[in-house]
């Protein structure tokens, strides 16, 4: 069985500051782990994932997220923060194969100018 | 580009009736999903599909049913709407492979109803 917990249903930042995303998982087998962007009244788009290989992953916006087995973490920074990435994140795991993915909540990201 | 469409942005329906989200990709993907997103609850799985005519319940199937008859086509039916249905739906697909791909979202439908 597999599950996300993100902590923080809210986190507000000022605009430049560090943004800090945080997702925990617990899987029984190797995980896939992705964070996706959901944009008001949008679809949820990929921001990033790890599936093997290298433990930091760089996504788009500037988006990176660290892969730590050892912490069973795949925590979401961004060095400094921007109005437009107002929005909700979404932290998901799966495994290998065709097995559907489990999302996390969500954390809505608030930025204040 | 992978493209989701969902037939609808917004629709308004009456308890009882009986409601069609139509869900429709253009990337010959096997896989297609359907979840719904309320706040506080993020995305509840409720149906997904491996391929034509196959389908499996995920986490939250009750009081919906699906249909996939054509490959590109995935359909969500809510045989009597109730109040309780009203939501954001959300229909995503990947591609079938021995990894875990990434799923590519459409733009939701959210369903009021009354």
Known sequence: AQSVTQLGSHVSVSEGALVLLRCNYSSSVPPYLFWYVQYPNQGLQLLLKYTTGATLVKGINGFEAEFKKSETSFHLTKPSAHMSDAAEYFCAVGGAGNTPLVFGKGTRLSVIA | ?114
Request: net charge positive; hydrophobic share 30%; proline share 4%.
């Open chain 2, 1 to 114: 580009d992978v493209k989701v469409t969902q037939s609808s942005r917004y629709l308004v329906k009456r308890t009882g009736e009986k409601v069609f989200l139509e869900c429709v990709q253009d990337m010959d993907h096997e896989n297609m999903f359907w979840y719904r997103q309320d706040p506080g609850l993020g995305l509840r799985l409720i149906y997904f599909s491996y391929d034509v005519k196959m389908k499996e319940k995920g986490d939250i199937p009750e009081g919906y049913s699906v249909s996939r008859e054509k490959k590109e086509r995935f359909s969500l039916i809510l045989e009597s709407a109730s109040t309780n249905q009203t939501s954001m739906y959300l229909c995503a697909s990947s591609p079938r492979t021995s990894k875990q791909e990434t799923q590519y979202f459409g733009p939701g439908t959210r369903l009021l109803v009354l």
